[in-house]
Structures are given as C-alpha cells and as structure tokens.
C-alpha cells in the first residue's frame, strides 16, 4: 500500500503584535476542519502564547514538556473543547508561558523542537504554527518544516516595515521564495489593502528577490472583536461576517490548489482574489 501523504505544515508569521496571527490561525483551522479535514493548531508563539487560552483550555501538557525531553509532542495534543466540527476535527498543541523563559535554546534544543514539531503533519492534513510576535530565533524552529508561510500584514506604515523584517528572516529559507502568501488584515477598505500589498510585494521583490504572492486582505470586522471578547471564535459566531467570509475564500482557494504537503511547486499556489 502505498504511504499516505503527509499534510500541509503552514507557517502564520508577522513580525508585529496584534495584526491577528492567532485568530486568522484559528479560523482557518476551523474552516477546514468544517471542510472535513483533520487539523491540528499549533501554538509555536513562545513569547505570548494564547491559543490554548482563546479556546477557553488551560492544559497541563506543553510544549515545554517536549522542549524539556519529557512528553514526545503527540502526548500533549488536546482537542478543541467545545468545537464539533460537522465532519473533521481540530486539535491544539498548546504553548508554555517557560519556553521564552528557557530563553537561550541551544541549537540542539531547537532542532529537536523542530523534529518534534514536524511529526505532527502524519497525523493532519492541516498543521497550522502561529507564531511570535517578533522575527529571527523563533521564527527559525517552524520556518525549517514549513511547506508554506502566510505572512499577515496591517495596512500602515508599521505594518509595512514588520513585514519586511518577518521577510528578511524568511529569506534565509531559500526552500520557501515560491511559497510565500501575504495576508493584509484590519484593512479600512479594500484600496489601501492592495496599496500596502503592491507596496509590500515590490519591495520583496527589489530588496529581497522574493516573489511574495498575494493571498487575500480581511477587512476591520467588529464581529471579530467581539467574539473575542465573548470567547467565541467569530467564524463559528458570525460566518456570513466579512471577516468569515474572507476566510473562507482563503480556505477554499488553499484546497482548490491542493493542502498536501511537500515539495511540488508552489507557485501561483496564493494567487487570491486582490483586484478581483
Ligand atoms: N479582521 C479583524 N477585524 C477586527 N479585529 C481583528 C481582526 N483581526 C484581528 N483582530 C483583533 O486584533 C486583536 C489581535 O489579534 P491576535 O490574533 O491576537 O494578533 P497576533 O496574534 O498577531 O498578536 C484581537 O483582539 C483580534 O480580535
Ligand atoms: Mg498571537
């Protein structure tokens, strides 16, 4: 019998706070989860990690066990509480308040995350790593097993230039030049989403040589906020939100190109609906 394939591992990255890498991860583990697929999220933010807590599960099992030798990852798997998906299934892999404590990983410590980390694809057709808030030595323990990265990006000046920095660590990996999608969130309106984009995307290519291909914007949608607010995923809440609604167009757009994973070309793979 021939093996199966492994799932996608699919990298959330952006070097600012608060442009929405944790809840734009969650809801597109939830949409394809309700697509029928197995997802797992994982919580790979070592500064702040939330995941776990924005499903309402405070778990004894982490990522630091795994880190400190004494749990292989699949033991700290919890499933999403409260979350039926109609025909697949999402678990998490929640994060450790120590890991940025342990600060200093060695190499070695970060390699092993790192193979730990990759198991999890032979048992998903989704992995999902949110990632911190900053760029560089974090970034290094999931970019290595990603087989794409969605870098999300607000529409403003900062937004731009941590975007670029996030790049720059992407950019190390040169597996991954056709394999990066930019997402622009919390945009005001559709022009100054693809205004930052373009911008974005022609200073990758003249600064980095990275063909960054664009994804898709999310618009500024209260519904977000507010199912934040009430611990509800907004997805799951409000799906004919516009919020939801993009989601799902990026979902959709990510199965229609296939969400194996490994190394056939990835070109063309984001090209979304901007100016559509
Ligand atoms: N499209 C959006 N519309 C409105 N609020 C949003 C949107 N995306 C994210 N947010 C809000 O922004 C805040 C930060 O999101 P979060 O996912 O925690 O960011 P990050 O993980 O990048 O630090 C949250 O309160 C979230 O509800
Ligand atoms: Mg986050």
Redesign the pocket.
């Known amino acids: 019998m021939a093996p199966r394939k492994r799932g996608m591992r699919l990298v959330i990255a952006?070097a600012k706070?608060?442009?929405?890498?944790?809840?734009?991860s969650t809801a597109i583990g939830l949409q394809a989860a309700s697509n029928g697929r197995r997802v797992i999220l994982v919580d790979a933010d070592f500064n702040l990690p939330?995941l776990a807590i924005s499903f309402d599960l405070f778990p004894e099992k982490s990522l630091g066990d795994v880190l400190r030798g004494e749990r292989q990852i699949e033991e700290i798997l919890v499933y999403a509480k409260d979350v039926k998906p109609a025909e697949g299934s999402i678990k998490i892999i929640p994060g450790d308040f120590d890991i940025s404590g342990l600060g200093q990983r060695t190499r070695a410590e970060n390699t092993s995350l790192t193979t730990q980390l990759s198991r999890l694809a032979e048992l998903a057709d989704l992995v999902v790593y949110d990632t911190a808030?900053c760029s560089g030595a974090e970034l290094d323990v999931v970019l290595p097993l990603a087989d794409r990265v969605l870098v999300?990006m607000t529409a403003e000046p900062c937004g731009l230039a941590g975007a670029c920095a996030t790049l720059r660590v992407i950019q190390q990996y040169p597996d991954l030049s056709n394999c990066i999608g930019l997402l622009v969130?919390?945009a005001p309106n559709k022009p100054q989403a693809e205004q930052y984009a373009q911008h974005l995307i022609s200073t990758a290519k003249r600064t980095l040589g990275l063909d960054v291909q664009m994804a898709g914007y999310?618009?500024?949608?209260p519904h977000?906020?507010e199912a934040?607010r009430t611990k509800q995923q907004f997805i799951l809440e409000s799906p004919n939100a516009p919020?939801s609604m993009a989601v799902k167009r990026l979902v959709a757009q990510m199965e229609q190109n296939g969400l194996a994973g490994g190394t056939e070309d990835h070109r063309g793979f984001w090209s979304w609906f901007i100016g559509r």
């Open positions: 952006g706070g608060g442009v929405g890498k944790t809840v734009l939330t808030s999300v969130n919390l999310i618009l500024s949608d977000v906020r934040m919020a």
